[in-house]
C-alpha cells in the first residue's frame, strides 16, 4: 500500500509541500483548498511533473474531503498568511475558525491519521488541532523548528563558509519572536559554534534566525515564506511515514517536560511511525530556561484565548 498524504490549504505553503514530497516519490498526495479549482489546478500541474520526476506519485485536487478518506498524514496549512508590519499571533482569531472547520473534517475521514500543524500562530494553532481533534498527543505536531533551525543553519554555514550539510542547529521554544536558538547545542562538523564563532556573530545569527519569517514577509510584501517551511514539512513527514525515528525539533505538547505541562513548545521529539515516539529533554542553563519560560509565557496567552473561543462553541460542534 502506498502511503497518503493529505494538504489542506494550497496555497503557498501547501502547494510548495506537495511539490517536496512529490519530487521525492513520498507518497501519493491529495491537494485540499476552500477556493474551487485552486488545488485541482495545481494538483494537476505536479501530476503533469512527475513523468519528468520519474516518481509514479498520484496527485489530486479537490474540495470534498471523502477524498482525504484514509489519510496516513494530514498536514494542515489552511489559512491566511502574515503581511508586512502583522505578528503570526495577529492571525489568531480567523485561523482558528478555519482550523475548526478543517479538523473537524479530517477527524471524519482520517480517524487514524498524524496531523501536522502549519498555520500560524503555530503553538497555538496546534493546541486547537490538539483539542478539536481528540487525538492523542503523539498524533498532533507542529511545524516550526525545523524551519527555524534550518534558518539557523543557513545562517552559521554561511557565516562559516562551510557545508550546509555539516552544519546541525537547535531552536526551541515557541514559533515566534520569543523562539529560543540554542548555539551550545548547534554545530559544524560535530564542533559546538561557540568554539567557532564570537559571542558578537553568534548572537546576530540568533537575531536573524528570530526575525528569519520578517525578513522574508518584509520582501515578499503580499505574503509569507513558503520554500523552506515546504521543505520542514516535507522532512517531518518523511520521518513518520518512513518511521526513521529522526530526532527534529516539533512542536508538541508538554505533559510535565521541560516544567510545563498543557502547552504546544518547540522541543526535540523522535519522530516515527506512531508521530511522536518520544519528547527528548535536554538540561538548560538558567538563562535558556528563562528564555523557554518566556516563550512559554508568550505561548500561554494565545492558549487561553483557544481556550476561551473553544468554550463559547463546543469541541464536538467542529463541522
Ligand atoms: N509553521 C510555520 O513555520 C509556517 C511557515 C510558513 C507559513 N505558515 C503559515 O501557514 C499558513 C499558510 O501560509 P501560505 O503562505 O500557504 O498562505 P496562502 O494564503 O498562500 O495559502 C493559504 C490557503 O489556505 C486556504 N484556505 C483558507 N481557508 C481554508 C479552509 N477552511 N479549508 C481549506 N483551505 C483553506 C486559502 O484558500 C489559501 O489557498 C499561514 O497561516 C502561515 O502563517 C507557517
Not at 503533469?48 to 516518481?55: G, L, N, Q, S
Request: charged residues 20%.
Amino acid at each position: 500500500m502506498r502511503n497518503k498524504v493529505t494538504i489542506v490549504g494550497s496555497g503557498n505553503v501547501g502547494a510548495t509541500t506537495a511539490h517536496w514530497i512529490a519530487a521525492s516519490g513520498l507518497a501519493d498526495i491529495v491537494l485540499v483548498d476552500v477556493i474551487d479549482g485552486v488545488p485541482q489546478g495545481k494538483g494537476l500541474d505536479l501530476l503533469e511533473a512527475m513523468p519528468i520526476a520519474r516518481k509514479d506519485v498520484i496527485i489530486q485536487g479537490t474540495q470534498d474531503y471523502a477524498d482525504t478518506a484514509d489519510s496516513d498524514v494530514v498536514v494542515i496549512t489552511a489559512g491566511v498568511a502574515r503581511k508586512p508590519g502583522m505578528s503570526r499571533d495577529d492571525l489568531l482569531n480567523t485561523n482558528l475558525k478555519i482550523m475548526r472547520d478543517v479538523v473537524g473534517e479530517v477527524v471524519r475521514h482520517s480517524p487514524m491519521s498524524i496531523l501536522v500543524i502549519v498555520s500560524n500562530p503555530l503553538d497555538a494553532m496546534a493546541y486547537a488541532a490538539y483539542k478539536l481533534s481528540g487525538f492523542p498527543r503523539e498524533r498532533v505536531i507542529g511545524m516550526a523548528g525545523v524551519l527555524d533551525s534550518a534558518r539557523f543553519r543557513a545562517f552559521i554555514a554561511q557565516e562559516l563558509k562551510v557545508s550546509v550539510a555539516d552544519v546541525t542547529a537547535f531552536v526551541l521554544g515557541g514559533h515566534g519572536d520569543s523562539m529560543v536558538p540554542l548555539p551550545r547545542y548547534s554545530s559544524a562538523g560535530g564542533i559546538p559554534i561557540t568554539e567557532l564563532l564570537d559571542s558578537e556573530t553568534i548572537e546576530r545569527l540568533v537575531q536573524r534566525t528570530r526575525s528569519g519569517g520578517a525578513e522574508i514577509v518584509k520582501y515578499l510584501k503580499t505574503g509569507s515564506a513558503f520554500y523552506a517551511p515546504g521543505a520542514a514539512i516535507a522532512e517531518m513527514v518523511e520521518a513518520i511515514l518512513q518511521s526513521r525515528n529522526r530526532i527534529l525539533p516539533c512542536a508538541a505538547l508538554l505533559q510535565g517536560e521541560y516544567g510545563i505541562r498543557g502547552l504546544f513548545m518547540g522541543v526535540p521529539c523522535k519522530l516515527s511511525s506512531n508521530g511522536i515516539e518520544q519528547v527528548l529533554e535536554i538540561k538548560l542553563t538558567e538563562q535558556e530556561r528563562a528564555a523557554f519560560q518566556n516563550s512559554a509565557n508568550a505561548v500561554k496567552s494565545l492558549a487561553d484565548v483557544v481556550d476561551e473561543s473553544l468554550s463559547h462553541a463546543p469541541v464536538g460542534s467542529a463541522s
